[in-house]
């Protein structure tokens, strides 16, 4: 089997991070990753450039954890409290969104966080007291805490 030596210029899931210098078969290479601009061929020159790429790889990662390591320690110790329409039982007519979630969480705490940071394990159903899983970087997850209220 032939082999050939790539750096990536992109991420590409399964085989690595911009910058990092992997070894695939020949024809993958050549056929995929070097057509759709995802690598380039290894030089001395070329590998003294994925250095650089995979420094500021780097240094754009550690200020993405520093962000959301300080999202997460506000986040924390705050209760968040959604509205929403309920049944005399407690029972919701529907179910609390991500995205009900993610608008509370800016309108109460002024903190921006993506919907797809939001892990809903099961959908909330009943109103009170809630907790859902928050990851923004890779090593950063934290919970938040929800009071579901019945309008």
């Known amino acids: 089997m032939k082999t050939i030596k790539l750096i990536l ?11 990092d210098v992997v070894v695939v078969n020949k024809g993958y290479g050549r056929n995929y ?4 601009n995802l690598a ?17 790889r780097d240094e754009r990662d550690a200020a993405a954890r520093e962000a959301a390591e ?10 968040i409290t959604i509205h929403t329409r309920a049944g005399d039982s407690g029972r919701l007519f529907g179910s609390v969104t991500a995205t009900e979630i993610v608008e509370a969480v800016a309108e109460q705490a002024g903190i921006e966080i993506d919907r797809k940071a939001i892990r809903l394990d ?4 009943t109103t009170g007291s809630h907790h859902v899983m928050a990851r923004l970087h ?9 009071d579901v209220v019945a309008d």
């Not at 210029?9 to 910058?19: P, S, T």
């Not at 380039?40 to 500021?56: D, H, L, N, P, V």
């Not at 890779?138 to 929800?146: A, C, K, Q, T, Y």
């Open 70 to 79: 300080e999202i997460a320690k506000v986040m924390v110790s705050k209760e």
């Open 33 to 36: 990753l070097v057509p759709h």
């Open 40 to 56: 380039m061929e290894a030089s001395e020159g070329a590998e003294t450039q994925a250095a650089s790429m995979r420094k500021a």
């Open 9 to 19: 210029r992109q991420d590409v899931e399964g085989l690595g991070n911009r910058g």
């Open 122 to 125: 099961e959908h909330i159903k």
């Open 138 to 146: 890779s090593n950063v997850e934290f919970p938040i805490h929800l």
